[in-house]
C-alpha cells in the first residue's frame, strides 16, 4: 500500500470546472478531496444511502442542507445524512477545497433535488 495524494490518486472533472481526487475508493468508503473554483456550485441533490461529511481544508464554501446555508471555513465540517437534500457552492473570492467522506460510495447513488 502506497501513501496517496492528489499527484497520484485518480483525478476528474466535474460541475463547472471543478476538480476532484478520488483518494479512496472503495464500494463502503470513499474519501475524495475537491476542489472549486470562485462562483462554482454543485447541483442540489440527494443521497439514498450514503451519508457524507464534508470538511473544508481551504477557503470558505456554502454548504446548504434541507434549506438552511452553513459556512463552512478551513478547518469547520458538516454531516450530511443519507436522503437529505443539499448544495456546496463557493460564493467567495477564492479557491476551495475540501474532503468530502461518503459511506457507503455516493457514486451511483445521487438524485437531484428541487430548488
Not at 483525478?11 to 475537491?34: K, P
Not at 476542489?35 to 450514503?50: D, I, K, L, N, Q
Not at 454548504?63 to 452553513?70: I, N, S, T
Amino acid at each position: 500500500m502506497n501513501a496517496v495524494s492528489t499527484a497520484n490518486a485518480p483525478h476528474y472533472l466535474w460541475g463547472q470546472q471543478c476538480d476532484g481526487w478520488h483518494l479512496l475508493q472503495g464500494d463502503d468508503l470513499s474519501v475524495i478531496e475537491e476542489r472549486m473554483p470562485p462562483g462554482t456550485a454543485e447541483v442540489r441533490h440527494r443521497h439514498a444511502r450514503a451519508r457524507q461529511f464534508f470538511y473544508v481544508l481551504e477557503g470558505e464554501a456554502l454548504l446548504e442542507l434541507d434549506g438552511v446555508a452553513h459556512r463552512l471555513g478551513a478547518r469547520h465540517g458538516l454531516h450530511v445524512p443519507p436522503g437529505a437534500a443539499h448544495q456546496m457552492r463557493n460564493a467567495s473570492a477564492s479557491e476551495v477545497r475540501f474532503i468530502v467522506v461518503s459511506s457507503p460510495k455516493s457514486h451511483g447513488d445521487r438524485e437531484v433535488a428541487d430548488g
